[in-house]
DNA sequence: GTTCTATCCATAGATGACCTATGGATAGAA
DNA sequence: TTCTATCCATAGGTCATCTATGGATAGAAC
């Protein structure tokens, strides 16, 4: 099993889809929100995230282009396509297909 | 994401853990036992199925016999050790803990 | 009687996601 | 001016799982 900091393999992608249903946001953005909507249980680490978001480029499920933050920084930010969001359902739809199948093997009987 | 006939990483020891609750299996009956329980969702190959047992003998969570099966065939019988009962304990806290905060990150809100 | 399928074990090597470690840079607070 | 938080990104390692392979036997089918 997983130590409790790490996340789900094969979860990543799918939380950085959704995170981004709610808007463009960078990187940091992105880690921030997924930590404090987990409530501090999941915590995405850089070495993770910023690979993570190159493969979603590389797909083209999500698109990126640099601007300035509200406090003035450069950053980049990251918008979730047409194709990101019919990805995002997949992949919903696969891992609550999985979750049902785990709870079914581990339920008493 | 994962394939559909694939496991989800590091819920693999688990399964097997909570399978041998129901009584001591050899390795083919284990994924059986699985295979059918996720209504034929989850399937364990055989590569995973057996480095995993391994994996378990080692930390000796669970503990292994040669004996024949019903149909007389030599078959290796695994048994869940009292250690192997307190892991799967942690181990299925841990995965509560974890799906309830992908749960929060995927909800619309 | 032999071929095929299901039952059974196990390892080697490849794949791929994630983590650790590292490096760089700037804004604003102390 | 030093420290912390904010921001990006890559290289290398780890580890679980899969693919591919190999071996062996029981019983059914033909």
Redesign the pocket.
Known sequence: M??K?????????MMILKTLTRGPQ???????SIKRASDEVL?????????????LLLQSWVK?EWRS??????????TLTAAGRRQLGVEQSQFETMIAAIGRVMQDA
Chains 1, 2 share one sequence.
Request: glycine share 10%.
């Open positions: 997983t130590k900091s790490d996340l789900m393999p094969g979860t990543l992608d960078h990187g940091y953005g992105i880690a921030l915590t995405v680490e850089e070495g993770s995230l910023y690979p993570a978001l190159q493969r990126a933050t509200e406090t003035n920084r450069r950053a980049r930010y990251y």
